[in-house]
């Protein structure tokens, strides 16, 4: 189910924690399943419990409890707007309708075309930097004016 | 020890307790939802919040540790605040339909919420809803009930094994459910209703049948597997509506097997037999209890008459009462005749007549827990003794080094030191394998007749484990019990309890495995076993409780010996096949509607009363047995109650303990070579093990009673080539039957798994076993 070379990476982690705590690889191997696969399917998520010997229940709650972690398909680009409060007192909110104008989409929906998926996000540690925004879970872009958007949606190809 | 004092009260508490601990030792009550006392401390419901001295707020009294001189108020006002405002919370996202819930009447949310709760909500805007999981065909779920407390994820982690149920998504999203598409499929998984406090888990074999206001309580014990759980079983206008587990921590603690909980559905099954039947002419017809009796008794005494008394067999299913077993021997005896046995699955009788007394568990139930090493020997062990190896995995997680010897590598959600899957015919030598290290470590000799043998690794581990222990035990399950070989298996593990200084345990097959014994129920003298009264036909049987075609180990030879008979007189509480080859059926009462008695396998002697009147006509086995006794003009058949059966046969102590023993006299040790062809594993599937639980039909739903396949590791498969999913025919001895290959790894190489007691594999015969494709 898991590639070799995401097997590797994942043995890799586990290799951080002592041999009969597997289970604490758990986050890193759900993130580079999903960097693998696109998104989390259930099957997916079933194999990482059975390469970490854990229960599959187990490892969809921490699937499901992290916002990064993608349960269903998304676009090719996952767009994430810092929705809370000092992203908004600067125009996080605006940055988002923005978008959703921009992109005639919704919170959790993804373009037609499959482009674009638009998410709301909580706090990425950059309010200095507000409004933010997370470009596939890797890229964190601040200052989001319309400008800003306009330049970095030209510039997703 | 701590000292604190509880609402006044000084009390002293171990290191390491609990403020709820402490509150439970002197009998106050903290009101709680997540708490409880076999589950770890998750405090995630809050209402069990209590005020402490100097502590800036409430403290949750489940997950606060006790220090020294610490004050405890649990009804001070800043407690009571606390734990009303939680109760606010709690029913905020609660639905308030109590009158529509199926736990109504018995709920600790609905319970409590008459203590601690509002008279009217202050809550205006829209509640939760939460779309319901299924968890399979024996819990219902109503999860928009459900208030998190993740005492059944708990369970499922920490007392099942294996984390089945979780909390998913988060915060106000928080979700209980199991993983996507799967259900809950232990055989521990009715517990889960017992422990939500709501209504978000419920029995759906029960659900919206009764209130719980409406139901009389009545203790009984399980007829099922050797532990004899204790029961409450609920009953409404003589129905028995439920059963739920009656706490007793020495036996059952707080649990119940699902098939223990949800047995009692074929109490109701549609082949009940409610009135005496007789064949005459070859046609089946109700008659009154007089002339039954009198046809049987007529029938057995004609066939002894004609043929001699040793033509008769009486066969007895172990899950029959002590007094029902006792009286059976006693009139077959009575009749000069000693072939009778009710240890229908054992092919090796070899240790008859070299036993030192009653085989039982060789030690307390609540001892287990305590020991420290532990090797188990041909055992099913989840599925055959769902409750021992609850107490086995709490003990392995604790540190017990668990060793297993079995033909199926089948997961039994422990941690274990040394594992061997090899062929039941090759179990014998594993074992000798590790008699030989573990004399070797311990510097004692084996008994002469142990043949010298070439250690391999994992019994060298396993000797290693048990050598390093200070209170170890060998455990014997029902594959050894019922091991073509099972005298040699039984010998060499007193053989390693011996030079180990271990015990050794048989963990108990059926309810009265050890009853059987105590009651005499096996050949005495001269008389056949279960197994030779089939091989060599008898004129007329006598068949207790026992479907024989299922219940024994050679089902076609039980089934053509039963057709070929002259007589065949069957007290059952079922029809079952009987009305093909009996000549009389009997309709004796189930473990609900007699008194009795069952005595487990660590030798507790549990009596029960009936919990029902008996159904229709039905009447309970010993009082048929009892005056069967009389119409054969027998002495000494006058009981007027089955407590004097009881006395009769245990005296009025009924202290059995000095007749329990696992000893062995010594038997010659064969080791046979790998045997060229395929062999059968053949496991009882929990749910077929017993005439009542076949009939159970929301048990039947489960995926415990898939019907039997032909499973085979990989290399066995592609060695036949075969592929999984092929039909094929399988054969032993006489019999056939067309099964679906499967593949699994799980299974001991050479070896196909074919399941017994269940109708589609019950044709088959024993010994050599052949798979090809139809």
């Known amino acids: ?157 | 020890m701590l000292q604190l004092e509880i609402d006044g009260k000084q009390i002293e508490v171990p290191e390491g307790s609990t403020v709820m601990d402490a509150a439970r030792q002197i009998g106050t009550f903290i009101p709680h939802f997540c708490y409880h006392k076999k589950l770890s401390i998750a405090a995630s419901c809050r209402m069990c919040l209590v005020q402490v001295e100097k502590a800036p707020k409430p403290m949750p009294a489940c997950a606060t540790p006790v220090t020294n001189g610490m004050k405890v108020m649990t009804r001070s006002e800043v407690a009571v605040k606390a734990q009303k405002d939680v109760m606010e919370f709690l029913l905020i996202n609660h639905p308030l339909d109590c009158p529509i819930c199926d736990q109504g009447g018995e709920c600790q949310l609905q319970d409590l919420s008459v203590g601690y709760g509002g008279m009217a909500s202050r809550y205006q805007e829209e509640k939760r809803v939460v779309v319901n999981k299924n968890l399979g065909p024996l819990v219902s779920t109503d999860m928009t009930r459900c208030i998190h407390c993740t005492r059944c994820v708990r369970f499922t982690a920490e007392i099942g094994g294996f984390q089945e149920m979780g909390q998913a998504f988060r915060n106000e999203h928080a979700e209980i459910m199991p993983f996507i598409e799967s259900t809950v499929d232990t055989e521990l998984s009715g517990n889960i209703i017992d422990l939500c406090p709501v209504g978000a888990l419920t029995s759906k074999p029960f659900r919206f049948s009764a209130r719980a206001w409406e139901m009389s309580r009545r203790k009984s014990v399980s007829p099922h597997d050797g532990l004899g759980s204790n029961l409450v079983v609920q009953t409404k206008l003589d129905r028995v509506k439920r059963v739920l587990p009656l706490e007793n921590e020495d036996v059952n603690e707080c649990w119940l097997s699902d098939k223990d909980r949800f047995s009692y559905e074929g109490l109701t099954a549609e082949d009940r037999i409610t009135r005496p039947m007789i064949k005459e002419g070859g046609q089946w017809r109700e008659v009154d209890w007089h002339t039954a009796l009198e046809f049987a008794a007529k029938a057995v005494k004609g066939a002894a008459a004609e043929h001699g008394a040793a033509s008769l067999g009486a066969l007895a299913s172990p899950h029959s009462t002590l007094e029902e077993l006792y009286l059976l021997q006693k009139l077959v005896r009575g009749l000069g005749c000693d072939n009778v046995d009710f240890r229908l699955r054992q092919s090796d009788f070899s240790a008859d007549g070299k036993r030192m007394g009653v085989p039982w568990l060789g030690m307390k139930i609540a001892q287990i827990p305590k020991l420290d090493r532990v090797l188990v020997v041909g055992s099913f062990l989840r599925k055959d003794h769902p409750l021992l190896a609850l107490r086995l995995r709490q003990a392995a997680r604790k540190g017990t080094q668990v060793s297993v010897i079995h033909p199926t590598r089948d997961a039994l959600f422990m941690p274990l030191a040394a594992r061997a899957v090899v062929a039941p015919d090759q179990m014998v030598g594993t074992l000798a394998q590790v008699a030989q290290a573990l004399a070797g470590i311990k510097g004692v000799a084996l008994d002469a007749s142990v043949p010298a043998v070439t250690v391999g690794d994992e019994a060298k581990k396993m000797a290693e484990s048990l050598a390093s222990g200070a209170n170890g035990a060998v455990f014997l399950g029902n594959l050894a019990q019922q091991h073509a070989c099972a005298s040699t298996l039984h010998f060499l593990a007193e053989e390693i309890s011996r030079v180990g200084g271990l015990t050794l345990g048989f963990l108990g097959e059926a309810a009265n495995s050890v009853g059987g014994y105590l009651a005499g129920a096996l050949p005495a003298v001269d008389g056949l076993n279960a197994a030779r009264m089939l091989a060599e036909p008898r004129k007329a049987y006598v068949v207790l409780g026992a479907e024989p075609e299922l219940d024994c180990a050679d089902g076609a030879q039980a089934l053509a010996a039963m057709e070929a008979a002259q007589a065949v007189i069957v007290l059952s509480p079922f029809k079952g096949r009987a009305t093909e080859y009996a000549s009389v059926i009997l309709p004796v009462a189930p473990f609900t509607e007699t008194s009795g008695t069952f005595v487990n396998t660590e030798g507790r002697v549990q009596s029960f009363n009936a919990v029902v009147r008996p159904l229709d006509e039905t009447r309970p086995g010993w009082k048929v047995l009892r005056v069967l006794g009389n119409l054969l003009g027998h002495s000494g058949f006058d009981y007027d109650s089955s407590e004097a059966v009881r006395h009769d046969l245990l005296g009025e102590s009924a202290e059995v303990s000095s007749k329990l023993s696992n000893g062995l006299s010594r038997i010659a040790v064969t080791l046979k070579p790998a045997a060229a062809g395929l062999q059968r594993v053949a496991d009882v599937p929990i749910h077929f093990a017993d005439s009542l639980v076949r009939r159970a039909e929301s048990l039947q739903k489960t995926k415990d009673a898939r019907p039997p396949m032909a499973a085979m590791n990989a290399a066995t498969l592609a060695g036949l080539g075969l592929s999984a999913g092929d039909k094929v025919k399988v054969k032993q001895g006489a019999g056939v039957a067309v099964l679906s290959a499967a593949l699994d790894d799980t299974i001991a190489a050479g070896c196909v798994r074919v399941s017994a007691a269940h109708p589609t594999t019950c044709g088959l015969g024993a010994g050599e076993i052949t798979v090809e494709r139809v």
């Open chain 1, 1 to 157: 189910m898991l590639s070799q070379e995401a097997q590797k990476q994942i043995d890799r982690e586990v290799a951080k924690y002592p041999a009969d705590q597997k289970q604490s690889a758990v986050m890193s191997a759900l993130r580079i399943a999903q960097v693998e696969k696109g998104w989390l399917a259930p099957e997916t998520i079933a194999a990482v419990a059975d390469y970490l010997g854990m229960a599959p229940i187990a490892v969809y709650e921490v699937a499901s409890f992290y916002n990064m972690y993608d349960l269903s398909p998304v676009g090719r680009f996952k767009l994430t707007v810092c929705t809370n409060l000092p992203c908004a007192l600067s125009g996080g909110v605006h940055a988002a309708d923005y978008l959703k104008h921009k992109l005639g989409i919704g919170f959790n929906e993804t373009t037609p075309d499959g482009k674009f998926t638009l998410k709301e996000g909580e706090c990425m540690g950059a309010c200095g930097d507000a409004p933010a925004m997370l470009v596939n879970n890797h890229r964190l872009c601040g200052w989001m004016t319309p400008d800003q958007i306009d330049k970095l949606l030209a510039e997703l190809e």
